[in-house]
């Protein structure tokens, strides 16, 4: 075991990371980083602010230049900034080569000699577990390690401070969650519905409660990826009167829809719990899986009185989703600032439907984005060339 003087340095190696560039990034958001580059930010700061690509270069700099090898709370911190955000900008595949580096997590290298408890941050040894899986292609691996830290998690809540014990029983429920993710990454959804469903039983939540319909939701989710969709729309009791208003138990039934290709009925729904939720955070999820199925419906767009004579997208209306097909409806969501991966996405394969200018729409698009994040009024994470399918 080793003490609290261990050295680290060979967690500094230049040579362990790959130079990150930014062709994949449209224009508009090389020119947004460009403008920033200048400022003085931590590499924390800079992915708390959403700017991913660049607290990732920066966590680089920092352990490369100019970090010393004792310092074990700042190597951690920022291997914690690199690989998260890598994770983040699309470049899992490059972070799991570069999470090699730190070898066994619970080895004796990170174990404290008079304690023996592990010196390294339990955020970084969860994040690695799931990125050396797939470096080292060793999922089971990473399943047993997921295991271990569970029984350390138990552990801490039988003989730890009872102010901790909610704090190491999220913990341990979360891990449960990840092997779940785990069995499926590595080709074995069965296995991860059985997991889930034990999990679900033993933990004996409450139906309606969020922890309960956490683990229903992704339950759901599971079996409509494997294409069972009896089996999803039962992981929801839908004649349970307290489930009326439980929007997870809503939101699965309009995804079976979708899944059995009742467009028609899936947009209903959809439209309920849009018109349900007006304020409600995820509501850009919703309005988005409607438009979709407004699009498989046909109805891609409608004329606008509100049209812009020097804009590509539609400037913001009322929110009013009747008249509203699947076009004006995302473009709305990108007025408001509330844009995403998917949206866009989404929004930039209708203009490929519904125009033969979709290149010069896809572009505005990108800039609109760019300029509203810019500006503060949206989303400040940057998004690559694919997210407009450029």
Known sequence: MTGKGTDLSRLLRPEIFHPLNYTDVPVPFRAQNAQQSGLEASPAQLATAGQFR????????????????????RIFELYYVRLSTLTLIGATVIAAHECKALED???????????GRNIMPWPLRVLAVRLQSIGFNEWRRGITTYFEMAAEAQHEIET?????????????????????NALIEMGDPGAAARHLENMRQRSGGTLGTEADGSIRMRLALLYL???????????????????????E??????LCSMSGGD??????????LADSTPHSKGREMIVQNLAVCLLYTGELAEASPFRSASSLIFLPTKADLRPQKARALLENLVNEGKAFHTLTFNLSTIYELCTEKSIERKEGLAAQVAG???????????????????
Request: charged residues 25%; without cysteine.
């Open 263 to 272: 467009y028609l009925a899936a947009v209903r729904e959809w439209r309920r």
């Open 372 to 390: 509203t994040a810019a500006n503060g009024a949206g989303p400040s994470w940057e998004m690559s060339n694919q997210d407009f399918k450029m």
């Open 54 to 73: 660049r607290a990732a270069i920066l966590a680089v700099h920092h352990l490369t230049t100019a970090t010393h090898p004792l310092d074990h709370a």
């Open 225 to 247: 990826r494997i294409g069972d969709i009896m089996a999803a729309r039962k992981s929801f009791p839908q004649t349970t009167k307290q489930l009326e208003d439980y929007s």
């Open 160 to 180: 730890g401070p009872k102010a901790h014990r909610e704090h190491w029983d999220a913990a341990l429920k979360d891990l449960g969650l990840k092997v779940g």
């Open 249 to 254: 138990s809503r939101i699965t039934t309009a």
């Open 105 to 115: 997590i619970n080895g004796s290298l990170y174990r404290d000699a008079q304690t």
